[in-house]
T-cell receptor, first 112, second 117 residues
Framework: AQTVTQSQPEMSVQEAETVTLSCTYD???????LFWYKQPPSRQMILVIR??????QNATENRFSVNFQKAAKSFSLKISDSQLGDAAMYFC?????????FGTGTRLQVFP | GAVVSQHPSWVICKSGTSVKIECRSL??????MFWYRQFPKQSLMLMAT?????????EQGVEKDKFLINHASLTLSTLTVTSAHPEDSSFYIC?????????????FGPGTRLTVT
């Protein structure tokens, strides 16, 4: 079975600083999709960024970027210029036969 | 666009009763909907995949007779928790795939908190 691992239960960052959240996964597929979702206190899941495995270029969405290392099966999320509104649970997810497999999540705290 | 709603947002029911949760895609037709369960401070666990007009596909370990899923139309899927017990208390989240995009592109509802007393 596919697994997604987030080894950091909690992270904290100072406002305006940069933080990186780690994620590793396990798959035998060569083509797949990876995602980072944000879940704020409202519990609404919000897609932050996605990466297609066949694309070598790392995905970027404004202050959010990923470091995708396919051989190492690593997919980290970098948040630049952190804002108070970035405080939330962040889940890494991998697409597996049209389903999403989620990691255990990282709680991000942002301090002013 | 691509808005998914859930109703109710919070429900309390007595042990032994059944409760129905609705998931609607408001501005698109969803051929596939997914139901997840999330325990406090834990991840989302996929319970079942629901395709319009056909029986739901349940994940291993999920009791299909306890968690009844119906996807009768392209905009509505329902999850009925039958004979609910306190251990069924959880946060239930649905998502829907937009037909214009790949099935893995899921849009999530705001979730339903179920408390069984």
């Amino acid at each position: 079975a596919q697994t997604v691992t987030q080894s950091q239960p909690e992270m904290s960052v100072q406002e305006a600083e940069t933080v990186t959240l780690s994620c590793t996964y396990d798959t035998s597929e060569s083509d797949y999709y990876l995602f980072w979702y944000k879940q704020p206190p409202s519990r609404q899941m919000i897609l932050v960024i996605r990466q297609e495995a066949y694309k070598q270029q790392n995905a970027t969405e404004n202050r959010f970027s990923v470091n995708f290392q396919k051989a190492a099966k690593s997919f980290s999320l970098k948040i630049s210029d952190s804002q108070l509104g970035d405080a939330a649970m962040y889940f890494c997810a991998q697409e597996d036969t049209d389903k999403l497999i989620f990691g255990t999540g990282t709680r991000l705290q942002v301090f002013p | 666009g691509a808005v998914v709603s859930q109703h109710p947002s919070w429900v309390i029911c007595k042990s032994g009763t059944s409760v129905k949760i609705e998931c609607r895609s408001l501005d698109f037709q969803a051929t596939t909907m997914f139901w997840y369960r999330q325990f406090p401070k834990q991840s989302l666990m996929l319970m079942a995949t629901s395709n319009e007009g056909s029986k739901a596909t349940y994940e291993q370990g999920v009791e299909k007779d306890k968690f009844l899923i119906n996807h009768a139309s392209l905009t509505l899927s329902t999850l009925t928790v039958t004979s609910a017990h306190p251990e069924d208390s959880s946060f239930y989240i649905c998502s829907a795939s937009h037909p214009g995009q790949e099935i893995y592109e899921q849009y999530f509802g705001p979730g339903t908190r179920l408390t069984v007393t």
